[in-house]
């Protein structure tokens, strides 16, 4: 059963990039027709798609968060990482990754991001 666990700061400033890891057991973020998805939930609100990267490295970006979004890999460590740039308290959430498998989703436990200076 594939494993997903997202690291990086708990807290974070107005400002500053927020850098993410989802970290992947038992599955290669290389399979063929995976894709691995950022998600995030802000306290008292619903679930909202920051984007994803394709098994082929191609990535897709929510348009409203585009222009300060980053998704890369790293193959040797299998690995997905997520960079927010110029974070708000608005981008305080729980931030989980997540595999689609033919719509088949696996989640990681999430990891609550608060900025704040």
């Known amino acids: 059963q594939v494993q997903l666990r997202e690291s990086g700061p708990g807290l974070v400033k107005p400002s500053q990039t927020l850098s993410l890891t989802c970290t992947v057991s038992s599955a290669s973020i290389t399979d063929t027709g995976s894709y691995w998805r950022w998600i995030r939930q802000p306290p008292g609100k619903g679930l909202e798609w920051i984007g994803h990267?394709?098994?082929?490295?191609?990535?897709y970006y929510s348009p409203s968060l585009e222009r300060r979004t980053s998704i890369s890999r790293d193959t040797s460590k299998n690995q997905i990482i997520l960079q927010l740039s110029s974070m708000t308290p608005e981008d305080t959430a729980v931030y989980y990754c997540a595999r689609d498998l033919s719509w088949n989703l696996n989640w990681g436990q999430g990891t609550q991001v608060i900025v704040s200076s």
């Open positions: 990267m394709s098994y082929d490295g191609s990535t």
